[in-house]
């Protein structure tokens, strides 16, 4: 599949976008930092497969600082539910670091941080 095709695909009406988050590390660094993995499933009835991203995020709750991060850690930013081969205008693979300077609309991306940054602040208190 080409990067157009998935994009097009990606511009379909009906899909939905489920966040799960994953603490590694809770209260790490004289208890002030949580962190762990985010990750988002795309789905929609009308496509054969699932859209996944995930990045590495770490809060730190004394300084109300959140960062997050796409490295070699991960298991790769973006993949598919069963796998795709994605490939360029040239038909030249594209890997999942590749796939992330793609410019997919935010909705396959976007992580909602608010509820984890609420608990660990309450759990300070």
Same mark, same amino acid.
């Given at each position: $599949? +080409? @990067?157009?095709? !998935?994009?097009? !695909? $990606?511009?379909? /009406? *009906?899909? +939905?976008?489920?966040? @799960?988050i994953t603490i590694n590390k809770e209260y790490d660094y004289n208890g002030h930092v949580l962190e762990g993995i985010a990750e988002v499933v795309s789905r929609n009835p009308n496509v054969p497969f699932e859209i996944y991203f995930n990045e590495g995020f770490k809060y730190n709750v004394e300084k109300d600082e959140l960062t997050t991060q796409k490295?070699? /850690? !991960?298991? *790769?930013? &973006? &993949?598919f539910t069963p796998e795709l081969e994605i490939v360029d205008n040239e038909g030249e693979k594209i890997d999942s670091w590749d796939l992330d300077r793609q410019g997919f609309k935010p909705d396959f991306s976007q992580v909602d941080y608010s509820e984890v940054i609420a608990n660990a602040k309450k759990s300070q208190e």
């Open positions: $599949m +080409t @990067v157009t095709e !998935l994009k097009n !695909l $990606m511009n379909l /009406s *009906g899909w +939905t976008h489920e966040q @799960v490295d070699d /850690s !991960l298991y *790769g930013i &973006w &993949w």
